[in-house]
């Protein structure tokens, strides 16, 4: 990834990504929508015990801010039982995420040698991320994100669909887009299917703006078609094993 580019755009990210975006989107609509998946997912997942989650490409922190601010994650971060953690490689946007979160409950690095070295995480989110890691260095990154990860942990890739022509278009027009490389559904499964995870389930998203799914008959035309790859955006959740 081009740390340049997200250091210069850090402070800015959102006013530059909406200017990208359609008229009446807006890329709240857009990380509200991926807090909701993921605090269900949590809400799944998590036990009894104490549950960490890292968001790989946290960016400016939103996401991890709406996660401390949701109010079905609300008991399991009043009880100290979920651990956040947010990584980019963007020193910028951690700093921007630091200064937008001020809570000491969120640990955020630009390296990831900086966290813990005893925490393994239960559940990993990296959202728009890998399309922007060249792809000889893909698989080492997917590597590095399984050390850390406990056994029978999941972890959610959401990425762009190059198969719909509008999303290929605002890729191109996104300033910080210049090195996208984009990943099909198959690649990405290919991808981590070959380093220590399991494929679980996945979803073709985003056939309509984010907002828009609140109409009751627009949510159900994107339900029934979240297996066909028309979607602008796509999840993909895999389990780590041995």
Partial sequence: MSNTVFDRVARDYEKIHNRSLPPGVSSDEFVRQKAEHVVRWIRESAGAGEFCYLDFGCGNGRMLKSLLESEAAKPLVEQGRLRLFGFDTSVESIHEAKSLMGDERVCLVSDLNQLPGDVRFDFVISC???????????AETVAALAIRMKPSSRL??????????????????????????????????????????????RAYVNLFPPGWLRLEGLSAIEKRLQGVPVGAQYWAMFERHD
């Fill in 128 to 138: 728009h991320v890998f399309h922007h890691i060249p792809p000889a260095e893909r």
């Fill in 156 to 201: 959610v890739i959401w990425e762009h669909n190059p198969f719909n022509p509008v999303t290929r278009l605002l890729v191109k027009m996104c300033p910080f887009d210049g090195d996208a490389r984009l990943l099909t559904l198959n690649s990405t499964k290919a991808l981590f299917g070959q380093n220590a995870f399991r494929f679980v389930q």
